[in-house]
């Protein structure tokens, strides 16, 4: 029988014992059910085999008890929550087997197409994606591009002083003196074109953030905008 609360396998075990069947003899997982209809139904239950001093016997492998099934007179309605138990047979068994096993190989196939989805659609978002990150490079050299043109122009307005980076050998500092404090910028080797006009040296960092860099960018701007306005106020009035 099922596992039950105490009070339901009480009420089991009275229940067998009113239709004349031991609850000691009989298995835990046992075969318990009714058959027949009307008046000439029958409990038929699976019990363990005993000899005649009431010991129970072993089987023929000599590791588990013997067992028997008994069908008795039902003379006593089993509890209303109560559901007869079938052990499935060998043949079901193996059936369930085969399906299992079939059910199995479906998984193992329906794994091995969602697998092969994954893998297409991993490549096809790291194809995108390599992609995204060429075409976002392509755009910051761009960027660095022009700025380096920016920057060239100011070096051949302002003196300027182009220095390796001891931190990186990839890129060049090109340093510019000004009214408003030292500016220096980054410049990437394949930039160096547009720096023939600067010439090498010796340069030190004043230790200047780029936040005070372009602080003093704009306070230079501010400077020499104030003075073109006064000279044209000047020409204007003349």
Same mark, same amino acid.
């Given at each position: 029988?099922?596992?039950?609360?105490?009070?339901? =396998?009480?009420?089991?075990?009275?229940? $067998?014992?009113?239709?004349?069947?031991?609850?000691?003899?009989?298995?835990?997982?046992?075969?318990?059910?009714?058959?027949?209809?009307?008046?000439?139904?029958?409990?038929?239950?699976?019990?363990?085999?005993?000899?005649?001093?009431?010991?129970?016997?072993?089987?023929?492998?000599?590791?588990?008890? %013997?067992?028997?099934?008994?069908?008795?007179?039902?003379?006593?309605?089993?509890?209303?929550?109560?559901?007869?138990?079938?052990?499935?047979?060998?043949?079901?068994?193996?059936?369930?087997?085969?399906?299992?096993?079939?059910?199995?190989? =479906?998984?193992?196939?329906?794994?091995?197409?969602?697998?092969?989805?994954?893998?297409?659609?991993?490549?096809?978002?790291?194809?995108?994606?390599?992609?995204?990150?060429?075409?976002?490079? !392509?755009?910051?050299?761009?960027?660095?591009?022009?700025?380096?043109?920016?920057?060239?122009?100011? !070096?051949?307005?302002?003196?300027?002083?182009? %220095?390796?980076?001891?931190?990186?050998?990839?890129?060049?500092?090109?340093? $510019?003196? #000004?009214?408003?404090?030292?500016?220096?910028?980054?410049? !990437?080797?394949?930039? $160096?074109?547009?720096? !023939?006009?600067?010439?090498?040296?010796?340069? #030190?960092?004043?230790?200047? #953030?780029?936040?005070?860099?372009?602080?003093?960018? =704009?306070?230079?701007?501010? #400077?020499?905008?104030?003075?073109?306005? %006064?000279?044209?106020?000047?020409?204007?009035?003349?």
């Amino acid at each position: 029988m099922a596992a039950l609360t105490d009070d339901r =396998r009480q009420e089991v075990c009275d229940w $067998l014992t009113a239709n004349g069947i031991n609850p000691n003899d009989v298995p835990v997982d046992a075969d318990v059910e009714i058959q027949g209809d009307g008046d000439q139904r029958t409990l038929r239950c699976e019990v363990y085999v005993t000899n005649e001093f009431g010991d129970k016997v072993r089987d023929e492998t000599g590791n588990d008890i %013997a067992r028997n099934h008994i069908g008795v007179p039902l003379a006593v309605e089993p509890p209303e929550w109560w559901e007869p138990r079938i052990k499935p047979t060998r043949e079901q068994l193996i059936e369930q087997l085969a399906e299992a096993r079939e059910y199995i190989k =479906r998984v193992d196939r329906e794994a091995e197409r969602t697998m092969e989805k994954w893998d297409s659609d991993l490549l096809a978002a790291t194809r995108s994606a390599r992609a995204r990150v060429e075409e976002a490079g !392509a755009q910051l050299i761009a960027v660095y591009r022009e700025r380096a043109h920016l920057v060239a122009h100011l !070096a051949a307005i302002l003196p300027s002083t182009m %220095a390796d980076d001891p931190s990186d050998p990839d890129w060049r500092i090109v340093y $510019l003196d #000004t009214p408003s404090g030292q500016w220096s910028w980054h410049i !990437a080797q394949r930039d $160096l074109d547009l720096f !023939a006009h600067v010439p090498d040296g010796e340069a #030190t960092w004043d230790g200047h #953030t780029t936040d005070e860099k372009y602080q003093r960018v =704009r306070d230079l701007t501010q #400077t020499v905008a104030e003075q073109q306005g %006064a000279q044209a106020v000047r020409v204007v009035t003349r």
